[in-house]
């Protein structure tokens, strides 16, 4: 009898059910009207007199373990029942928050989309570049001041033939635009580009810029200006007003700077455009016959004309960004506003 009590005890430890059903069959097996310890419970009448105080109570101990057990297993399905009741599966799921493109993104693909429209192809670069790309073929002079430290990160001694460095514009995309392509050519080099300044408000260490081309023959000065003219208004809507400069850049000949009204403070003077009203988005020119001839195109039967702009200043006047620097530092607050820009 001994043995079967233990037996019994050691079946209700284990006993696992995980459906009412089970539960029960295992209630009537051990409680039942011909269930094992029911049966036990008779078996007592013909245990031994001296022995019936100890197997007495093991009866009972074992009685009340497999009442307990019962109940136990019944409150856990219980509960698991209530649970998979309060789960209501056709209530619509918790929506995911949506993440948002980059401003700079946004800009850099509305403005590549528009020369796009214009019929202009697009090109990229690599980022780290030889000296040649990024200044030789683009007629800088030996001693130009953009070649010096403050302005160019080099990655090797920039005292050897031919340095690399980490490009400073991306007008070297252009270069190999020229080297390869066959004429005409017409692309947009959307790009990252490096240069050793200071942070600020208006300027920062990396930045993007999206520089066009465009070699044919006949390309005049008023095609480019026609060109810019066309994409501001597209860029900014039809009552900014631009304007050009005259400027000098080593590459192009005639050379012009081209601005755009300040629409954070509507020509008043802020401190973004530092109180002019207008706000220097582009430089531009005719490419210098030297730069044409550098990558091998004869300058007397082809003509062009090259821009370059700032991908954060574009997006600066177009979203009212007081500060560069937000760019760049991922605050969430910032980043949250051009969610619906998608
Ligand atoms: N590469 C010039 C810059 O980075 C921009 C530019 C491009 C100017 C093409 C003229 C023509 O400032």
Known sequence: ?????????????????????????????????????????????????????????????????????????????????????????????????????????????????????????????????????????????PEHPAREMQDTFFVTDNEQKNPILLR????????????????????????????????????????HQVEGLYIDENVTFADMKQAILLFAREMFGPETSIRMRPSYFPFTEPSAEVDVSCNICHGKGCNICKGTGWLEILGCGMVDPNVLEASGIDSRKYSGFAFGMGVERIAMLKWQVKDLRNYFENDLRFLKEFETSI
């Open 168 to 207: 400073t514009h991306t007008s070297c995309v252009q270069v190999r635009c020229m080297e390869t392509m066959k004429l005409p050519i017409r692309v947009v080099c959307p790009g990252r580009v490096f240069r050793n300044e200071a942070i600020s408000a208006r300027a920062h260490c990396i930045f």
């Open 1 to 141: 009898m001994k043995e079967r009590i233990e037996a019994i005890l050691k079946e209700i430890e284990e006993l696992k059910c995980k459906k009412e059903q089970e539960i029960e069959e295992a209630r009537v097996r051990l409680l039942g009207k011909k269930g094992e310890i029911t049966r036990l419970f008779e078996d007592f009448r013909t245990v031994a007199p001296e022995q019936k105080r100890e197997f007495g109570q093991k009866l009972n101990a074992l009685k009340n373990a497999a009442a307990a057990k019962i109940e136990e297993l019944r409150n856990a399905v219980g509960e698991q029942g209530a649970a998979a009741a309060a789960f209501d599966v056709t209530k619509p799921g918790d929506s995911l928050p949506l993440g948002s493109r980059h401003p700079v993104s946004i800009a850099r693909e509305e403005i590549v989309e528009i020369f796009r429209k214009f019929g202009y192809d697009v090109a990229e670069g690599p980022e780290v570049e030889d000296d040649w790309h990024v200044f030789e073929a683009l007629n800088f002079p």
